[in-house]
């Protein structure tokens, strides 16, 4: 892993790879008690050619940088954050999958490391990545239930649920629980003031479909501006089709042609039916289905399969 520290009011400079270890932490650590942390996620790919690849990473430091201002934090530049997810890949290129069996996940975390027992910025901050080999996030389609009891965040700006804060993702863990039991692979939440518009995934974005048009809530504070989510838009332009940023109503969802989630860790992924106070929708997937054509297009980018003149992808000398 690699990690560099911070004092309050400096600004990170140097880093240094060490082995992978427990991190030590004061039990009054501003994280612990707080949850005053931020977090990033990103894959790299192995091509067919041997090639190791990264996808957007300036786009990660870019969020993390907005989740660490929001959170009172100082925050390593994107030129650094860049250069540590490099050096995490480097060390562990020997578990960057072959082409097609998987990726490799790195977890940049920003945490307030230092001790702070009270509602204060601490004197210490901790940045560090690390990886792990991961295969796809869900094999098959996603049958979804919608939580109208529970929220993942409040509506509108001024919250955390537009950045990765580390207090957005434990509050999801019990209608997730709940909604797998019940045989559903997520959930997807509505807002929180009215309870009547579709906002995110337990983890992901989501999009609906009707006709030639593509519809996705929009990232307005309360909805996290998902970098998987910023690119199927563009794709998605690309190839003609009208899409909409905008409020979606679940109702208009249960009416769509499809619906599908992005996200770093999901990809592109087909959602095949919504239930909502227990009526069950479906909808198409499959080889023909616009997200199939999305996700065709963005791991081939992803992957080098796919020439593109966007400048999306990093490679890991």
């Known amino acids: 892993m690699y990690a560099m520290k911070c004092s309050l009011g400096q600004h990170f400079s140097h880093g240094s790879l060490t082995p992978l270890s427990s991190v030590s932490l004061n039990p009054a650590a501003s994280v612990l008690n707080y949850a005053q942390g931020v977090f990033e996620g990103l894959k790299a790919q192995r091509s067919d050619e041997g090639r190791i690849l990264l996808f957007r990473p300036e786009e990660n430091a870019r969020r993390m940088k907005m989740g660490a201002e929001r959170m009172c934090m100082p925050c390593p530049s994107v030129e650094q954050f860049v250069n540590a997810v490099k050096h995490t890949v480097i060390a562990n290129r020997r578990w960057v999958p072959p082409p097609g069996k998987g990726s490799l996940y790195i977890r940049p975390l920003l945490i307030a490391s230092g001790v702070a027992l009270g509602l204060r910025p601490p004197p210490e901050f901790t940045f560090l990545t690390y990886a792990s080999p991961v295969n796809s996030y869900h094999k098959s389609p996603l049958d979804l239930k919608v939580e109208n009891k529970l929220f993942r965040a409040i509506t509108g700006h001024g919250g955390t649920g537009g950045i990765k804060s580390i207090a957005n993702y434990a509050p999801v863990f019990r209608a997730i629980n709940e909604a797998k039991i019940q045989g559903f692979s997520d959930v ?26 593509i519809s996705t809530p929009v990232a307005d504070g309360s909805i996290l501006p998902g970098i998987t989510r910023k690119s199927i838009i563009e794709l998605a332009t690309d190839l003609g089709y009208q899409v909409m940023e905008r409020d979606v109503e679940v109702e208009e969802t249960l009416q769509a042609d499809e619906v599908f989630c992005t996200g770093t860790a999901m990809g592109v992924k087909s959602v095949a039916s919504v239930t909502y106070n227990n009526r069950r929708v479906e909808y198409k997937t499959g080889a023909d289905s616009v997200c199939q054509k999305l996700y065709d297009t963005l791991v081939g980018i992803q992957t080098g399969l796919v020439e593109t003149t966007k400048n999306w992808i990093v490679q890991v000398d």
Do not use: P, R, W
Request: glycine residues 4%; proline residues 0%; aromatic residues 12%.
């Open 188 to 213: 997807l939440f509505l807002d929180a003031a009215t309870a009547n518009y579709i906002e995110e995934v337990s983890s992901s974005n989501v999009f609906v479909v009707k006709g030639n048009v």
